[in-house]
């Protein structure tokens, strides 16, 4: 009776984790969403409401990592379970990055919101955040099903997230180009887009963590995790090109 008494509370303490990373995930997610809007319709109040819940998230990992601790310390874990629970403290720590990164893109938004600013700039980092998101929300997904075979093609997708990141970097350099009054709005949105960018590099890292603790092993690296924006070369619209 002792015994199964024991096993229950440590499926208990590792169930514990599980939620915990979902529920960190979720609010990750609302806050990237929610910053995005906040940008696109100017809205402060709602930037402020992201920047204070991103304490939510630190909050979550400081919980994750203490009872991690905790487990370890008391039950000694091996193999499976010790790969979940390394694994937890690996993606908390990517979400609590998730939730600076919308954090990030809420504090531009008073200063974007000081002049007025044609949809066309917004289009394309809302095209970009859709996607980081829906990776993540995927990522998210597989971390509750253990679904590996998933893994790989998300991995790999993450390179449509560089590829529109690099086209989007373009763009708004062209629109600083064309007219000096979309500097400064472009400049922060510019900052925005790396957040949302990096977002999908922290998808990915999740990703290759529940490969780690379903299969113990690492998966290989095949991508460098990184843009091509520093390769851009611009042709000025009046080069009639």
Known sequence: ???????SAYDEELKFLT???AAMGGHAERMVDQSIAALVNSDIALAQKVIRDDAVLDEGQREVDDK??????RRQPVAGDLREIIGAIRISADLERVGDLGKNVAKRVVAV???RHPVSLFRGLQALAELALTQLKEVLDVYASRSVERIAFMRDRDDQIDAM?????RELLTYMMEDPRNITPCTHLLFCAKNIERIGDHATNIAETIYYIVTG????PDRPKEDKSHRVTLVRP????
């Open 1 to 7: 009776m002792q015994s199964h008494h024991i096993v």
């Open 113 to 115: 919101a000081e002049g």
């Open 19 to 21: 939620r915990k990373i």
């Open 238 to 241: 009046d080069d009639g090109q």
């Open 165 to 169: 990141y690099t086209s989007l970097f």
């Open 68 to 73: 991690s601790i905790l487990i370890i310390t």
């Open 217 to 220: 092993e690492q998966m290989p």
